[in-house]
T-cell receptor, first 117, second 113 residues
Framework: NAGVTQTPKFRVLKTGQSMTLLCAQD?????MYWYRQDPGMGLRLIHY???????AKGEVPDGYNVSRLKKQNFLLGLESAAPSQTSVYFC????????????????FGPGTRLTVL | QQQVKQSPQSLIVQKGGIPIINCAYE??????FPWYQQFPGKGPALLIA?????SEKKEGRFTISFNKSAKQFSLHIMDSQPGDSATYFC????????????FGEGTQLTVNP
């Protein structure tokens, strides 16, 4: 199993450009998440999904859109990139409403480092 | 508004020492408290987690202490090793609210040989 994979690993954008980050998981997880990580701020939730076809806003959703057309994929879009969106983006997935304690674990991908000039 | 506050921001110990990282939370609805470990260039990985119905959980050299009345929890690393040098994040979530994690700011731990 590959676990959680993210594409691309690095990207440089100019202000105003758009892009899509792809997250894929092969663990048949229901829940998927997008976080951004900035120095001194931990990880902050951007958007999340509790199942195929569903999405919801997290703590810092402005400037981002998401889609979950297939259970295994969760896409994060930036329609008009801004320098404030320079960050490392992490995708994560989890089984869903936990029945056993072991299913509470969120598994993270390796991250995408995005720079907006 | 930071609902989970973590301290210290950085910590340096000698090999064999016992680093302690502390977290405090505000939302009493949180029902799951994990600690994640992150190495440079990698995604966070679950280290250990606790639920509020127990006061302590130990897995190998890692122990979580949980104080529900004080709304605080901490990570202790026994017999720390240079390989434990990493950034540690505490977090909290609510199971019935999509299990969304609210993270602390992170602690950069360095264990010197």
């Amino acid at each position: 199993n590959a676990g959680v994979t993210q594409t691309p690993k690095f990207r440089v954008l100019k202000t105003g450009q758009s892009m899509t980050l792809l997250c894929a998981q092969d663990m048949n997880h229901e829940y998927m998440y997008w976080y951004r990580q900035d120095p001194g701020m931990g990880l902050r939730l951007i958007h999340y999904s509790v199942g195929e076809g569903t999405t919801a806003k997290g703590e810092v959703p402005d400037g981002y859109n998401v889609s979950r057309l297939k259970k295994q994929n969760f896409l994060l879009g930036l329609e008009s990139a801004a320098p404030s969106q320079t960050s490392v983006y992490f995708c994560a997935s989890q089984w869903g409403l936990a029945v056993l304690a072991s299913t509470d674990t969120q598994y993270f991908g390796p991250g995408t480092r995005l720079t907006v000039l | 508004q930071q609902q989970v506050k973590q301290s210290p921001q950085s910590l340096i110990v000698q090999k064999g020492g016992i680093p302690i990282i502390n977290c405090a939370y505000e939302n009493t609805a949180f029902d799951y408290f994990p600690w994640y470990q992150q190495f440079p260039g990698k995604g966070p990985a679950l280290l250990i987690a606790i639920r509020p119905d127990v006061s302590e959980k130990k897995e190998g050299r890692f122990t979580i202490s949980f104080n529900k009345s004080a709304k605080q929890f901490s990570l202790h690393i026994m017999d720390s090793q240079p390989g434990d040098s990493a950034t540690y994040f505490c977090a909290a979530s609510i199971k019935t609210s999509g299990s969304r994690l609210t993270f602390g700011e992170g602690t950069q731990l360095t264990v010197n040989p």
